[in-house]
């Protein structure tokens, strides 16, 4: 399989490109994997890049994006982050993405078991990592005023329902805090999608 190019890249749709993804993760749950020669897309991606899709996700080591949708050299931007959480830099980097150089969709992938919801939810202090779990919060707070029972990251249902809400605020602040890429959504150029990765089974679900 040959590495996204100008041409390639140009005339795919977002929903193309999500089902590129889709099939992807199928390939990877299947234990499959796209004939690529990752040494010609070095050669293919030297002069430029002309990825289709970009993804947001956690730095979980058990995550990476590439793998999971079994894509290659120049296929997709990968940011990642604890918690997939969403600040400037960031909003930066997908406007870039998005309207620079032109991919098809952004993915905001959590993933279940997430070590810094857990931390939100059981109100984690340590250094830095405080102000950036305290970017989960508002998740917390939207699960708390809908879901009865324990409301800790000892509660695997509670740490679930806010991984997922987690997502969809993220998805609301891009299309709120960038102009940009929110034009770009009503314009139909581009899709913003929400999706949970789960680590024990390598399944995508999509929004």
Aim: hydrophobic letters at 40%; aromatic letters at 6%; proline letters at 2%.
């Amino acid at each position: 399989m040959r590495t996204q190019n100008k041409e390639t890249q140009s005339h795919l749709t977002p929903e193309k490109a999500l089902e590129i993804l889709k099939q992807g993760n199928l390939r990877f749950v299947n234990n499959l994997k796209a004939n690529r020669n990752l040494l010609e897309q070095v050669n293919e991606t030297a002069e430029g890049q002309f990825p289709f899709a970009t993804i947001l996700s956690c730095m979980d080591s058990r995550t990476s994006a590439e793998l999971v949708f079994d894509q290659g050299l120049g296929d997709i931007f990968s940011i990642r982050i604890a918690g997939n959480i969403l600040n400037e830099d960031i909003l930066g980097s997908m406007e870039f993405a998005t309207k620079v150089v032109g991919t098809k969709i952004i993915v905001v992938l959590g993933h279940t078991k997430c070590g810094a919801i857990v931390g939100a939810c059981n109100h984690v202090e340590m250094g830095n990592l405080t102000t950036l779990i305290n970017k989960i919060q508002p998740a917390i707070v939207a699960e708390r005023t809908e879901y009865v029972g324990e409301q800790t990251g000892s509660n695997p249902e509670f740490v679930q329902k806010v991984t997922w809400r987690n997502v969809v605020l993220t998805m609301e602040r891009i299309r709120r805090e960038s102009p940009i890429i929110a034009d770009l959504e009503k314009e139909n150029k581009i899709k913003i999608i929400g999706a949970l990765y789960d680590i024990e089974t390598g399944v995508v679900s999509f929004l």
